[in-house]
Nanobody, 122 residues
Framework: EVQLQASGGGLVQAGGSLRLSCAASGFTFDDYVIGWFRQAPGKEREGVSCISRSDGSTYYADSVKGRFTISSDNAKNTMYLQMNSLKPEDTAVYYC???????????????WGQGTQVTVSS
């Protein structure tokens, strides 16, 4: 059974930092595309970042490029999203997710974790 557990959200002032974690069980990151989506009230779901373990390539949404960094510790089956220079528009529920390929990941990942709330005050 594939399970993903997201944590690390919280309340932070604009310009501050948070690090989100996603612990996985039931599979190893090596064979998957893993990453993060976010959704704010009244807004569509947005892909934030992902990493393909097959070739190590990474993706970042333009809105977070240069501020967020995705990484993974395969020995611990844990993925991280380091978020720096946070802005109020980053406020959303953040979800970790996994799928077999980049195309399917971007459309609708097969595996989802519970979301963690990130709130950035102005």
């Amino acid at each position: 059974e594939v399970q993903l557990q997201a944590s690390g959200g919280g309340l932070v002032q604009a310009g501050g930092s948070l690090r989100l974690s996603c612990a996985a069980s039931g599979f190893t990151f090596d064979d998957y595309v893993i990453g993060w989506f976010r959704q704010a009230p009244g807004k569509e779901r947005e892909g934030v970042s992902c990493i393909s373990r097959s070739d190590g390539s990474t993706y970042y949404a333009d809105s977070v490029k240069g501020r967020f960094t995705i990484s993974s510790d395969n020995a611990k089956n844990t993925m991280y999203l380091q978020m720096n220079s946070l802005k109020p528009e980053d406020t959303a529920v953040y979800y970790c997710a996994a799928d077999d390929t980049i195309p399917s990941f971007m459309v609708s990942p097969d595996h989802w974790g519970q979301g963690t709330q990130v709130t950035v005050s102005s």
